[in-house]
């Protein structure tokens, strides 16, 4: 979310008409690079990609620069998950019933495409924290007519020993190999483990992030939204696969696409 937001606070810099001199211009971007970025270096990296030739020149010219560099920045990203979404769907076999443990737009996006290509399959949704995700989830699915049931939390093993494929969208994956998922992930994955159940991390790999031993002050202020957001850590030994923009991935060779 921080990257998006940064990018949108760009398109607003170039072209706000108010901005009348390049240096003012180059200021606006760095004082949005310490708004919108937090501690992770993935968003860093996306952030340079559009910015790091924004360099004193001719406002038009400078202008114009940012405009199609944030352009192209969301070229990429719809490209990257696209491809997300076409894999996703790759792993829905007909007659195969889907859990989704939470709601993600990727996942949902990759349903309606199986859906619209004549595969039948029936979903089973369970709330990933208390927001009541998975209900949202199952309001979306059904709206696109494919055939979906809502479970409550305490019958989640039931469903699971039911089902073929798990997909899950985390809130990040460390660059050390941990998953941080919404509470209840690692009961969940254990769950599917014993009913040999393909468990799926959907991600975009631009969202992995570097986790440290010591915190830094703005992470020790995190820990308390962590709490709040109750997340936990998983570990990729617990999964089948990741998918992501580069395809359907073992875990052994996630270290090798970042």
Do not use: W
């Amino acid at each position: 979310m921080a990257i998006g937001n940064f990018v949108l606070e760009l398109e607003r810099i170039a072209a706000d008409k108010k901005i009348n001199t390049s240096v003012f211009l180059i200021n606006k971007i760095n004082f949005a690079k310490k708004k919108h970025l937090g501690e992770n270096p993935a968003d860093f990296e996306e952030a340079n990609q559009i910015t790091s030739s924004m360099k004193l020149m001719p406002l038009a010219e400078l202008r114009g620069k940012l405009k199609r560099k944030t352009e192209e920045y969301r070229e990429a990203k719809n490209e990257a998950e696209n491809r997300i979404v076409n894999f996703a769907a790759q792993k829905i076999m007909k007659g195969s019933v889907v859990f989704l443990y939470g709601n993600s737009p990727r996942i949902n996006k990759a349903l309606k495409l199986a859906n619209s290509k004549g595969i039948n399959f029936y979903v089973y949704t369970v709330d990933a924290g208390p927001e009541m995700s998975g209900r949202k989830a199952a309001e979306e699915l059904s709206n696109l007519k494919i055939p979906v049931r809502h479970f409550p939390d305490i019958l989640a093993s039931e469903a699971l020993s039911k089902a073929d494929i798990l997909f899950f969208e985390p809130k990040a994956i460390t660059r050390e190999g941990k998953i941080i998922a919404p509470m209840g992930i690692k009961n969940i994955l254990a769950e599917a483990k014993k009913n040999k159940v393909f468990s799926y991390c959907v991600f975009k790999k631009g969202e992995s992030k570097k986790s440290s031993g010591e915190k830094t002050n703005q992470e020790a202020k995190s820990s308390v939204v962590f709490v709040k957001d109750r997340k936990e850590e998983a570990e990729l030994s617990d999964i089948t696969a990741i998918i992501n923009e580069y395809g359907i991935i073992k875990t052994s060779d996630f270290s090798r696409i970042l």
